[in-house]
């Protein structure tokens, strides 16, 4: 089955430590997003990709670093200047610009 | 650009009830417009889809959302709701022209109880 896949389900960051999560798709979509979903304040963009080697920041890019490599794959770093990142991350993506995106299962990042 | 007010953060309701969740918007641009739906600890499923056509929508469990472009609104509704409905609700706006950024409101959590 196509699908987005994302890991790890939970992540644990310490002071001053980057993190990666992983994010893959195999529905041959060119455009995908990173949200970042906080409680009471619905979903917002982090980065996001039209198509491969190029990304644009979202509405909250600082604290956070992408790539994009190859199609299938959009990891996210969460660096240490991200001050507050205890979240819920959700991975995207998209046949093109307007179309329904599809989402991954989500990552919950949490501080020690 | 667009925003979206879902003006009801919660919304209880008894099994076999009818329910509407609403969902107005704003936009200086002919938009599409999107209900997502999302359960504890997962990401979000697309319940449907107004990109043109007729103005009413329905999902293959029973919602529907009507696209009223007066009021710009885009209310989610289903006659009879069932346990497994309990959930939060997403509706989203985009620009239909260009490349433009997804939209959500801040959602509707809709509590279901026997």
């Known amino acids: 089955d196509g699908g987005i896949t994302q890991s790890p389900k939970y992540l644990f960051r310490k002071e001053g430590q980057n993190v990666t999560l992983s994010c893959e798709q195999n529905?041959?979509?060119?455009?995908m997003y990173w949200y970042r979903q906080d409680p009471g304040q619905g979903l917002r963009l982090i980065y996001y990709s039209q198509i491969v080697n190029d990304f644009q920041k979202g509405d909250i890019a600082e604290g956070y670093s992408v790539s994009r490599e190859k199609k299938e794959s959009f990891p996210l770093t969460v660096t240490s200047a991200q001050k507050n990142p205890t979240a819920f991350y959700l991975c995207a993506s998209s046949q093109g610009a307007n179309q329904p995106q599809h989402f991954g299962d989500g990552t919950r990042l949490s501080i020690l | 650009a667009q925003s979206v007010t879902q003006l009801d953060s919660q919304v209880p309701v008894f099994e076999e009830a009818p329910v509407e969740l609403r969902c107005n918007y704003s936009s200086s641009v002919s938009v599409y417009l999107f209900w997502y739906v999302q359960y504890p600890n997962q990401g979000l499923q697309l319940l449907l889809k107004?990109?043109?056509?007729?103005?009413l929508v329905e999902s293959i469990n029973g919602f529907e959302a009507e696209f009223n472009k007066s009021q710009t609104s885009f209310h989610l509704r289903k006659p009879s709701v069932h346990i497994s409905d309990t959930a939060e609700y997403f509706c989203a706006v985009i620009g239909n022209t260009g490349f433009q950024k997804l939209v959500f409101g801040t959602g509707t959590r809709l509590l279901v109880s026997p």
């Open positions: 529905l041959n979509h060119d455009a």
């Open positions: 107004y990109l043109s056509g007729s103005t």
